[in-house]
């Protein structure tokens, strides 16, 4: 997340995922084996992105995951319960609007059929949330 001169928020993203789908391909063309370092961020990289399959509601969690950790100053690691898999985040914070966690939760559901379809849906929720909190 970057902030523009002007006051604006904006998504950014270095391009780590492209360089190393580059760096792959020329090495496999090269006759070189398939092995490659994968990159993740602790905290930040969805379940199914760790396991190479990515889609594009993984941009989502990540998102979400940006959200809480600017809300509790908690990686969703550390507020992780494995035995009920679930993220246990709301009670690191206060003040929250109700439809906002939701919203963040639905950003981290663990399965991507779960999070929102699209940048469209995020745009609209957001607007929801918005007009509710006036």
């Not at 063309?29 to 490659?36: A, E, Y």
């Not at 990289?45 to 990515?54: M, R, V, Y």
Request: aromatic fraction near 8%.
């Amino acid at each position: 997340i970057m902030l523009k001169p002007n006051g604006q928020l904006v998504l950014i993203d270095f391009g780590t995922a492209g360089e190393m789908t580059c760096t792959y391909l020329a090495k496999i063309k090269k006759g070189g084996s398939g092995d490659v370092t994968m990159i993740k961020s602790a905290g930040y990289t969805p379940p199914e992105q760790q396991k190479g399959k990515a889609v594009s509601q993984s941009d989502f969690y990540a998102l979400g995951s940006i959200f809480v950790y600017l809300l509790t100053g908690k990686h969703l690691s550390d507020v992780y319960d494995a035995h009920n898999d679930q993220f246990n985040w709301r009670s690191h914070t206060s003040g929250i609007s109700p439809l906002l966690m939701d919203f963040i939760d639905q950003l981290i559901a663990r399965q991507p059929s779960q999070r929102p379809l699209d940048t469209q849906v995020i745009l609209e929720r957001l607007k929801t949330i918005e007009r509710h909190e006036l």
